[in-house]
C-alpha cells in the first residue's frame, strides 16, 4: 500500500482533483493508493481542529501499515511535512514524485 501524500488545504476543490490523479498513478503502477485526506474528509471536519487531529493521527497509523509514501506536488504544506517526518522516522521510504 503507497500512502499519498499532496496538498489539501487552500483550493480544496483543486486539490481534491490533484489527490484523485495521484492515486490514479499509484493504481497505474500497480500499487495499492491510499489517500488519507480524500477519505478522511469525508467524514471529519478537516476546519474543526479535533476532528483534524483525529484525521492526522489515523492517518498517520495508516502510514505505518504502508510499504512507501509518495509526496506529490510542487509545495509541502505543513501535513505533508509532518506525514514525511513520521514515514522518515519510522524507516518507511520516502519517494518524491
Not at 497505474?28 to 471529519?44: D, K, R, V, W
Not at 492526522?56 to 501499515?65: E, F, H, P
Not at 511535512?81 to 519517494?95: F, N, R
Request: aromatic share 14%.
Amino acid at each position: 500500500m503507497i500512502y499519498v501524500c499532496s496538498p489539501y488545504r487552500g483550493d480544496i476543490d483543486a486539490n481534491v482533483a490533484f489527490a484523485k490523479r495521484c492515486c490514479l498513478e499509484v493504481i497505474n503502477s500497480g500499487e495499492l493508493p491510499f489517500a488519507p485526506h480524500l477519505y478522511f474528509t469525508q467524514f471529519l471536519n478537516d476546519d474543526i481542529p479535533d476532528e483534524r487531529a483525529w484525521g492526522i493521527k489515523y492517518g498517520l497509523q495508516i502510514l505505518s501499515l504502508c510499504s512507501a509514501i509518495w509526496v506529490f506536488g510542487d509545495k509541502i504544506t505543513e501535513g505533508m511535512q509532518a506525514e514525511i517526518d513520521y514515514a522518515e522516522q519510522h524507516g518507511i521510504k520516502v519517494i518524491f514524485q
